[in-house]
């Protein structure tokens, strides 16, 4: 299994509508979590992190994690065109050292 | 708001050459990263740098890269002699005492190696 998965989608969703973008993860990502907002040709920006089971809100931003069954979610609420992106989830092993997923390709239906 | 930098944006070099990417990390920040996305892949770890010292590598980061924080303010990434499999983007990274895993990147220095 790698290290943490993702859905390489495109996810197409309409503008206005909640968007939910999963990430599971191995026993060796196990510390703490994080999502990443990444624009075609930009650098990764921090949306979220997690670091506890539940959930997390931040505005329209919610990270779910359950470590129990190993998976990190990010529901985006009240889409926007601007939402469109790459979200990448990320994950610290014990190491430290934090993995990226693929990436999950969002797009936004206007 | 403190952002990260890095130079240049955009560099191209032959195979074989030398190329050393620069970063300014965020300035009361402590920990330090350098990481590698070629086109249309994921973001992959390279080096962490802690206390003027790695403090983790990965298996990419073989004898033909080095970093080096030579004054209070940059961070630097050398390759030695550039391949053609090294063209990415590289993209620094840093994080604070209080959040050490919450890292804020840069813009990336796109390297095309012909």
């Known amino acids: 299994q790698k290290e943490v998965e993702q859905n390489s989608g495109p996810l197409s969703v309409p503008e206005g509508a909640i968007a939910s973008l999963n990430c599971t993860y191995s026993d060796r990502v196990s510390q703490s979590f994080f999502w990443y907002r990444q624009y075609s040709g930009k650098s990764p920006e921090l949306i979220m992190s997690i670091y506890s089971n539940g959930d997390k809100e931040d505005g329209r931003f919610t990270a779910q994690l359950n470590k129990a069954s190993q998976y990190v979610s990010l529901l985006i609420r009240d889409s926007q065109p601007s939402d469109s992106a790459t979200y990448l989830c990320?994950?610290?092993?014990?190491?430290?050292?934090?993995?990226f997923g693929k990436g999950t390709r969002l797009h936004i239906l206007p | 708001e403190p952002e990260v930098t890095q130079t240049p944006s955009h560099q191209v070099t032959q195979m074989g050459q030398e190329v050393i990417l620069r970063c300014v990390p965020i300035s009361n920040h402590l920990y330090f990263y350098w990481y590698r996305q070629i086109l249309g892949q994921k973001v992959e770890f390279l080096v962490s740098?802690?206390?003027?010292?790695?403090?983790?590598k990965s298996e990419i980061f073989d004898d033909q890269f080095s970093v080096e924080r030579p004054d209070g303010s940059n961070f630097t990434l050398k390759i030695r002699s550039t391949k053609l499999e090294d063209s990415a983007m590289y993209f620094c990274?840093?994080?604070?005492?209080?959040?050490?895993?919450?890292?804020?990147f840069g813009p990336g220095t796109r390297l095309t190696v012909t």
């Open positions: 740098f802690y206390n003027n010292e790695i403090s983790e």
């Open positions: 990274a840093s994080t604070g005492q209080g959040s050490q895993y919450e890292q804020y």
């Open positions: 990320a994950g610290r092993r014990r190491d430290d050292k934090i993995i």
